[in-house]
Protein backbone atom coordinates (compact mmCIF):
# COMPACT_ATOMS: atom_id res chain seq x y z
CA UNK A 1 0.00 0.00 0.00
CA UNK A 2 1.08 3.40 -0.71
CA UNK A 3 2.10 6.38 2.30
CA UNK A 4 -0.14 9.49 1.44
CA UNK A 5 1.87 12.45 2.63
CA UNK A 6 -0.42 14.98 4.80
CA UNK A 7 1.88 17.40 5.52
CA UNK A 8 0.71 19.62 2.94
CA UNK A 9 -2.62 19.67 4.47
CA UNK A 10 -1.21 20.14 8.04
CA UNK A 11 -0.50 23.65 6.59
CA UNK A 12 -3.36 25.13 5.51
CA UNK A 13 -5.62 23.16 7.77
CA UNK A 14 -6.43 24.18 11.78
CA UNK A 15 -7.61 21.67 14.26
CA UNK A 16 -7.73 18.75 12.30
CA UNK A 17 -4.19 16.70 12.84
CA UNK A 18 -6.16 14.28 14.87
CA UNK A 19 -7.86 13.22 11.54
CA UNK A 20 -4.34 13.20 9.95
CA UNK A 21 -2.90 11.14 12.39
CA UNK A 22 -5.86 8.22 12.61
CA UNK A 23 -5.63 8.12 8.43
CA UNK A 24 -2.08 7.76 9.12
CA UNK A 25 -2.21 5.25 11.51
CA UNK A 26 -4.80 3.02 9.26
CA UNK A 27 -2.13 2.98 7.08
CA UNK A 28 0.47 1.23 9.14
CA UNK A 29 -0.63 -2.46 10.00
CA UNK A 30 -1.68 -3.52 13.36
CA UNK A 31 1.62 -5.93 13.55
CA UNK A 32 -0.51 -9.06 14.68
CA UNK A 33 -1.08 -7.89 17.63
CA UNK A 34 -4.29 -10.27 19.11
CA UNK A 35 -3.38 -10.88 22.32
CA UNK A 36 -5.36 -10.38 24.90
CA UNK A 37 -9.04 -10.88 22.94
CA UNK A 38 -11.66 -8.64 23.75
CA UNK A 39 -15.37 -7.79 22.52
CA UNK A 40 -16.86 -4.49 21.80
CA UNK A 41 -20.54 -4.32 22.10
CA UNK A 42 -23.19 -1.92 22.16
CA UNK A 43 -25.26 -2.34 25.51
CA UNK A 44 -27.34 1.19 24.98
CA UNK A 45 -27.94 4.42 22.81
CA UNK A 46 -24.88 6.01 24.24
CA UNK A 47 -23.09 3.17 26.07
CA UNK A 48 -20.48 0.44 25.37
CA UNK A 49 -18.60 -2.18 26.89
CA UNK A 50 -15.56 -3.61 26.40
CA UNK A 51 -14.35 -6.92 27.62
CA UNK A 52 -11.29 -8.18 27.47
CA UNK A 53 -9.64 -11.82 28.49
CA UNK A 54 -7.30 -11.36 31.12
CA UNK A 55 -7.10 -14.96 32.52
CA UNK A 56 -4.56 -15.01 35.57
CA UNK A 57 -3.99 -11.39 36.21
CA UNK A 58 -4.88 -9.57 39.43
CA UNK A 59 -6.53 -6.82 39.89
CA UNK A 60 -3.17 -4.83 40.95
CA UNK A 61 -1.49 -6.37 37.83
CA UNK A 62 -3.97 -4.49 35.64
CA UNK A 63 -3.70 -0.66 34.71
CA UNK A 64 -6.74 1.11 32.86
CA UNK A 65 -5.78 4.62 31.76
CA UNK A 66 -8.02 7.51 29.69
CA UNK A 67 -6.48 10.06 27.95
CA UNK A 68 -6.81 12.65 25.02
CA UNK A 69 -9.08 10.21 23.43
CA UNK A 70 -7.23 6.78 23.85
CA UNK A 71 -8.21 4.14 26.24
CA UNK A 72 -5.00 2.14 27.13
CA UNK A 73 -5.53 -0.94 29.03
CA UNK A 74 -2.19 -2.57 30.70
CA UNK A 75 -0.80 -5.79 32.31
CA UNK A 76 2.19 -6.70 33.43
CA UNK A 77 2.78 -9.80 35.95
CA UNK A 78 4.61 -9.41 39.00
CA UNK A 79 7.28 -11.91 39.06
CA UNK A 80 6.69 -15.20 41.15
CA UNK A 81 9.96 -16.90 40.57
CA UNK A 82 10.76 -17.32 43.99
CA UNK A 83 7.43 -19.28 44.84
CA UNK A 84 7.70 -22.51 45.25
CA UNK A 85 5.16 -23.40 42.32
CA UNK A 86 5.84 -26.91 40.38
CA UNK A 87 7.92 -27.40 37.71
CA UNK A 88 5.54 -26.54 33.64
CA UNK A 89 5.20 -29.42 31.91
CA UNK A 90 2.98 -27.20 29.72
CA UNK A 91 2.39 -23.38 29.81
CA UNK A 92 -1.35 -22.17 28.26
CA UNK A 93 -2.37 -19.20 30.24
CA UNK A 94 -0.13 -16.60 29.04
CA UNK A 95 1.84 -14.14 31.58
CA UNK A 96 3.35 -12.22 29.35
CA UNK A 97 2.67 -8.21 29.44
CA UNK A 98 0.51 -6.19 27.54
CA UNK A 99 -0.82 -3.03 26.11
CA UNK A 100 -3.88 -2.27 24.37
CA UNK A 101 -4.94 0.81 23.15
CA UNK A 102 -8.68 2.00 21.97
CA UNK A 103 -9.35 4.95 20.16
CA UNK A 104 -12.55 6.79 21.70
CA UNK A 105 -14.95 9.45 19.85
CA UNK A 106 -15.56 12.84 21.23
CA UNK A 107 -17.52 12.95 24.53
CA UNK A 108 -16.80 9.12 25.58
CA UNK A 109 -15.78 9.41 29.19
CA UNK A 110 -15.10 5.49 30.76
CA UNK A 111 -17.89 4.95 33.38
CA UNK A 112 -16.44 2.02 35.67
CA UNK A 113 -14.21 -1.52 35.23
CA UNK A 114 -14.41 -4.60 37.13
CA UNK A 115 -12.60 -7.89 36.92
CA UNK A 116 -14.92 -10.91 37.40
CA UNK A 117 -13.77 -14.53 36.26
CA UNK A 118 -11.10 -13.70 34.46
CA UNK A 119 -12.89 -10.98 32.28
CA UNK A 120 -12.07 -7.09 32.20
CA UNK A 121 -15.45 -4.92 31.62
CA UNK A 122 -14.49 -1.62 30.75
CA UNK A 123 -18.08 0.52 31.01
CA UNK A 124 -17.74 3.53 28.29
CA UNK A 125 -20.90 5.89 28.18
CA UNK A 126 -20.82 9.09 25.10
CA UNK A 127 -22.12 12.42 27.15
CA UNK A 128 -22.73 14.69 25.00
CA UNK A 129 -23.01 18.42 26.33
CA UNK A 130 -26.48 20.20 26.07
CA UNK A 131 -24.96 22.61 23.41
CA UNK A 132 -24.00 19.97 20.98
CA UNK A 133 -27.86 17.93 21.10
CA UNK A 134 -29.48 18.57 18.04
CA UNK A 135 -32.64 21.22 19.55
CA UNK A 136 -35.92 21.45 18.07
CA UNK A 137 -36.77 25.20 16.64
CA UNK A 138 -40.31 25.44 17.09
CA UNK A 139 -41.80 28.04 13.69
CA UNK A 140 -44.46 30.83 14.57
CA UNK A 141 -46.88 32.82 12.52
CA UNK A 142 -46.13 36.40 12.16
CA UNK A 143 -49.60 37.90 12.96
CA UNK A 144 -47.89 40.91 11.17
CA UNK A 145 -47.97 39.52 7.93
CA UNK A 146 -51.95 39.03 8.18
CA UNK A 147 -52.47 42.63 7.44
CA UNK A 148 -51.44 43.61 3.31
CA UNK A 149 -50.08 46.74 2.78
CA UNK A 150 -50.76 47.93 -0.77
CA UNK A 151 -47.72 49.88 -2.24
CA UNK A 152 -49.26 52.87 -4.88
CA UNK A 153 -47.14 54.06 -7.45
CA UNK A 154 -46.64 57.16 -8.59
CA UNK A 155 -47.53 58.50 -11.91
CA UNK A 156 -45.13 60.27 -13.79
CA UNK A 157 -46.68 63.53 -15.84
Known amino acids: MRHVDFSPLYRSTVGFDRLFTMLDSLAQPDQGQTYP ?26 SIEAREHV ?19 YRGIAKRAF ?16 LENGLLHVDLVREIPEAMKPRRIEIT ?17
Not at 45 to 57: L, P, S
Open 37 to 62: PYNIERTGDNAYRITMAVAGFGEDEL
Open 71 to 89: LTVKGEKTDNSGSDEGEFL
Open 141 to 157: ADKSADTTKQIEAETVA
Open 99 to 114: ERRFQLAEYVEVNGAK
